[in-house]
């Protein structure tokens, strides 16, 4: 009998982590840039830089996700 929290198998729980969970953190911390953004008065300009270094990481996991849906993987 496989170990189960809640009637989910652990792959299950991880698997809704890793979809849900982190998608929720990274628009927490998009909204702590645009904040940020803001409380400096940046400007148009400012706040795009500010996404654009600031946002980087989180692209390669939006696109991991993407090309593994693409794939059917």
């Known amino acids: 009998m ?4 809640f009637g989910y ?4 729980v991880a698997t809704f982590g890793m979809s849900v ?3 929720a953190f990274i628009l927490y911390m998009l909204f702590i840039v645009l904040n940020l953004a803001r409380e400096s008065k940046a ?3 400012g ?3 500010l996404f654009l270094v600031l946002s980087f990481g989180m ?4 696109a991991k ?3 593994q849906w693409l794939l059917g993987m």
Not at 9 to 12: D, G, H, R, S
Not at 59 to 62: I, K, R, S, T
């Open 47 to 49: 706040t795009f830089i």
């Open 21 to 23: 969970g982190v998608t």
């Open 43 to 45: 400007g148009k300009f």
């Open 65 to 67: 996700n993407i090309i």
């Open 2 to 5: 496989e170990n189960t929290l």
């Open 9 to 12: 198998t652990e792959a299950q």
């Open 59 to 62: 692209l390669g996991f939006v």
